[in-house]
């Protein structure tokens, strides 16, 4: 079946402006994550989703990320008056579950980069 | 502190040898899950296993091998007979039940398996 899709692939957007970036998760998963993987780190957690609803929002760097998640299913991550420093690859991730043993499943990122 | 720490940033090895990928881990949960993603040149982080406190044992599958050891913290994966299709990033991840859903990845091991 399909799996994790994220768009756009690519993002080239100019310092201070917004940007959104859509994650559609594998069909029937409860649970979404987003991660920012920047050059040569780890995955840094963001945000995640139990259904429509965000209990830990904890990763979130500043008060410019949003996101949100309609219907169970689509997630938008906003990142408002961009900066440099938001340069990284966005990682979209959905489990079946949302119990700590279930493994997550990848998209294939969004890259940003601010210029 | 960092929960999951990958002290190999990168490796090369020359391709038919073994290689393994050190992972320590960071917690003080009883029940957790511990995973290792891999992630190809193309990007996208795909699940190659999971392990629960609880089981020890060791598992291989195919070339590919896992070495968990509680008393030292650790979660190695052993790569036999390495071929070119193994270069990759490799991440370790951990889930502890009390915190639920996030997921700590490690910084990740950057293996190049040279023909």
């Known amino acids: 079946g399909a799996g994790v899709s994220q768009s756009p692939s690519n993002k080239v957007t100019e310092k201070g402006k917004d940007v959104e970036l859509r994650c559609d998760p594998i069909s029937g998963h409860t649970a979404l994550y987003w991660y920012r993987q920047s050059l040569g780190q780890g995955l840094e957690f963001l945000i995640y989703f139990q259904g429509n609803s965000a209990p830990d929002k904890s990763g979130l760097p500043s008060d410019r990320f949003s996101a949100e998640r309609t219907g169970g299913s689509v997630s938008t991550l906003t990142i408002q008056r961009t900066q440099q420093e938001d340069s990284a690859v966005y990682l979209c991730a959905s489990s079946s579950g949302t119990r700590s043993s279930y493994e997550q499943y990848f998209g294939p990122g969004t890259r940003l980069t601010v210029t | 502190a960092q929960k999951v720490t990958q002290a190999q940033t990168e490796i090369s090895v020359v391709e038919k040898e073994d290689v393994t990928l050190d992972c320590v881990y960071e917690t003080r949960d009883t029940t957790y899950y511990l995973f290792w993603y891999k992630q190809p040149p193309s990007g996208e982080l795909v699940f190659l296993i999971r392990r629960n406190s609880f089981d020890e044992q060791n598992e291989i599958s195919g070339r590919y091998s896992w070495n968990f050891q509680k008393s030292t913290s650790s979660f190695n994966f052993t790569i036999t007979a390495s071929q070119v299709v193994d270069s990759a990033v490799y991440f370790c991840?951990?889930?502890?039940?009390?915190?639920?859903?996030?997921?700590?990845f490690g910084t990740g091991t950057s293996l190049t398996v040279i023909p």
């Open positions: 991840a951990l889930s502890e039940t009390n915190t639920g859903n996030q997921f700590y």
